[in-house]
């Protein structure tokens, strides 16, 4: 992932997938205070055209959700993705970016394991539908414990479910609205219900990791069982598409702020 966030001429970059100037970190920080106080004060006089949250280990508090309120209603955007049973901490995040708290921890269901939901058929959305491929009808995967990610029982006026928080095999006493992926175009906001974005290789055959890139950071797809075999239905094997939709959310981001008038001008 980081070869495809950092110019490698392969996924974003002159020669890219996405053909764009360069594309680069302004900062890292795994303190929620600290990236609030950069959000409102900017860094080295400079705003990030794109926030990538991934809260496993900075779960959200009041301060880091006003200052990503801040940011979005003046132009920036923010691909987030949750860290384990942390309900209430994401809440608050939405009342602060929404108004709402529909946040909860996804039932326990069938299988517990590397839990896979699978793409709306929305092939007229980029993200699902975007530069790095169509992932309709594909899966996004789990890559732990299924039960302490957070999904939504209603989303925000306007918002987009890419993938319902139900599946056939384990997750079927949840209901089909409930969300564990979708997106905000208003606020420029993408939400992931696990931090799996964290969590990749280049190899195919760990569950653990379920995003897929190459060495030079281009996704790729594999094949994969959803859950652990321990009663119930027996998961399917499916086609895993975490990678695809985390770089097809990227770049739909990209060109918002690029074209729409984002925080930073260009």
Known sequence: RVAALTNSNKSFGPDGIVKIKEFTSLWVTTDVNDAATKLNNGY????????????????????ISKALASYINRGGAIIYGSSDNTASAVNVLMNGIFGISPAQNQISGTYSNADGYQVN?????????????NTAGLYWVEDSSSSNSIVMSSLPDGSVQICPASNTWSKMKQSPTTSIVWMNDAKNFIYFGDSVATSSNTTAGDV???????SDGVPFYFIQQYGTQNGGATPPWGTNANSFLELNSVAYLIK????EGGINPH
Request: without cysteine; proline residues 9%; aromatic residues 20%.
């Open 256 to 259: 918002k702020v690029a074209t």
């Open 44 to 63: 080295n006089g400079q705003y990030p055209d794109i926030v990538l949250y991934f809260a496993y280990g900075a779960s959200p508090n009041d301060n």
């Open 121 to 133: 058929n929305y092939t007229d959305n980029k993200v699902i539908n975007g530069p790095f491929g």
């Open 208 to 214: 653990w990791y379920p995003a897929r890139y190459t």
